[in-house]
């Protein structure tokens, strides 16, 4: 491979770089929402070895990846509001990085350059959807691992990694299935008669089962731990009002037809009769099993599970769509070199200077935007001064409890205020504490001073062990305590979620 080969790839990889980082700077590192707080929550108890449950707090699904993989940056110094979206971004770019290098080594630079430049071709809604650290991306780096054995057809031990990553995949996010199930398909039909395809495969897919499974399990022994239920069905009348709002779901996740994105299904239409025409059988197949599971998907209940908010965007659930072309693309026999190859490079540097010279104008108009929101979004600064504020207040009167009983920034307050500051005192978010384990602990354990914070201001003050701290409007101490924690929540009738 000839150098200009390797620059021109370095090139792309670097502009890839420089754009993400600037939604990074102008919108992940400033704006946040209360699943990311919890986020955060998780990444200051994994930086103190505290791990209680293998999912996302409070649900059986989903996980805190990126919250493990921020840990080390965590303990360097850096606050979770930055490690934790920087990760993010990383999962994000993995995939297009890594089949890129793949195809470079494999197939060609063409090849490379169009899979790197993918990034550079999304919308704008896209790039901060992909930079919110909430396990919507921790899929497609596994995803894109399994898609290894594409380009080493030859030897048979990615057969294993395939199996293995897929299911991973499919764990970590089941949106991961929009992709897996394609390659899984495509490998079977290439190795159909092949006996050490179904046994080694198969052993990957059973290790990968075997530990999916366990963590299901672990919510099937403590049912109280999850109180995110998620159930799916499919009716034809969600598949019909699906394919009547295509745009409305893939604009945001299609590269290049931005304001179109319904085209992507045509795009893969047209790689499977080229396939067809080429005869190549198994890839048309393969991209024709893509498409029917992709419009399959529009009869599920969970996609209409969203908000016109990216921050809750039934886009997020299509995140995969530029990785479905990607797929179509590597499936196509590399031929030839395009003689005017490096003027392909103009292509991402149009997106690249487009999307940078919108980047301000387009935050701007997100960030005015009032829409309903499922998750509570605000700005990063106002949470941490809250913070700092209620940890002085704390420090004051030497709380060792802080119960949110009614706040708007409760998960902000509940989780995300202790990995901001190391003394912040133990919390407790009564109504909706994801964190079973600390509705546990707390259960039968004697705090000498507790703060509370009701916003609705429905404490009874005439109680002479609970006084308003003064200077404030929503925040009361009990000093010298004697209750336990459930004991005194009870008396001061502050309502409990069920943890038992």
């Not at 502009?15 to 992940?28: C, E, K």
């Not at 986020?39 to 791990?51: E, R, S, T």
């Not at 780096?141 to 990694?161: M, N, Q, S, V, W």
């Not at 199996?163 to 390659?183: E, H, K, Q």
Request: net charge positive.
């Amino acid at each position: 491979m000839p150098l200009a080969a390797y620059l021109a790839f370095v090139f792309i990889l670097i502009i890839v770089l420089y754009y993400r980082y600037q939604v990074l700077l102008q919108y992940s590192f400033l704006y946040t929402d209360s699943d990311q707080n919890i986020m955060w929550g998780a990444l200051n108890d994994f930086a103190h070895g505290i791990f209680k449950e293998p999912r996302f707090y409070g649900q059986n699904y989903n996980t805190f990846l990126e919250a493990f993989l921020a840990v080390p940056l965590y303990q360097l110094g850096y606050q979770a509001y930055t490690a934790l979206p920087f990760v993010t971004m990383c999962l994000t770019l993995f995939p297009f990085v890594y089949l890129s290098f793949l195809s470079l080594q494999k197939r060609s630079l063409f090849y490379a350059l169009v899979i790197l430049s993918l990034p550079l071709a999304m919308p704008f809604e896209y790039g901060i959807i992909s930079s919110m650290p909430r396990g919507f991306v921790t899929a497609f780096p596994f995803a894109a691992i399994a898609c290894t054995a594409i380009f080493y057809e030859a030897e048979k031990r990615f057969f294993f990694l395939a199996g293995f990553m897929s299911v991973l995949a499919f764990s970590f996010n089941s949106n991961a299935a929009l992709i897996i199930v394609p390659l899984l398909f495509y490998l079977w039909l290439q190795n159909i008669q092949l006996k050490r395809f179904y046994f080694k495969t198969g052993a990957g897919l059973l290790l990968g089962a075997l530990l999916h499974w366990l963590s299901l399990q672990f919510y099937v022994q403590h049912p109280f731990y999850n109180i995110h239920h998620i159930s799916l069905n499919f009716t034809f009348e969600n598949l019909i009002k699906g394919l009547s709002n295509l745009n409305y779901f893939l604009n945001f996740n299609a590269p290049y037809f931005w304001q179109h994105g319904g085209l992507v299904l045509v795009t893969m239409l047209l790689y499977a009769l080229f396939f067809v025409r080429q005869k190549n059988k198994n890839a048309a197949l393969t991209v024709i099993a893509m498409l029917l599971f992709l419009l399959f998907s529009f009869g599920l209940n969970k996609i209409y599970d969203g908000t016109d908010s990216l921050h809750f965007h039934s886009a997020r659930m299509y995140l995969a769509l530029p990785l479905l072309l990607t797929f179509c693309f590597i499936l196509v026999k590399p031929r030839y070199e395009p003689n005017m190859l490096y003027f392909f490079l103009l292509i991402p540097m149009h997106y690249y200077q487009v999307q940078c010279a919108s980047l301000e104008k387009k935050i701007s108009d997100l960030t005015a935007q009032r829409t309903k929101e499922v998750v509570i979004v605000s700005q990063v600064k106002p949470i941490l001064n809250d913070c700092r504020r209620i940890n002085a207040i704390a420090q004051t009167y030497k709380v060792n409890l802080f119960v949110v009983a009614n706040h708007f920034y409760a998960d902000a307050y509940a989780s995300g205020c202790k990995a901001c500051f190391d003394n912040f005192p133990n919390t407790l978010n009564t109504k909706f504490e994801r964190r079973t384990w600390r509705l546990l602990e707390d259960e039968n354990k004697i705090y000498q001073n507790v703060m509370i914070i009701d916003m609705d201001q429905k404490l009874d003050t005439s109680l002479s062990f609970l006084k308003k701290i003064p200077g404030t409007i929503d925040l009361y101490l009990v000093k010298n305590n004697s209750l336990k924690t459930m004991q005194l929540l009870d008396s001061l009738h502050i309502q409990v979620r069920r943890f038992r």
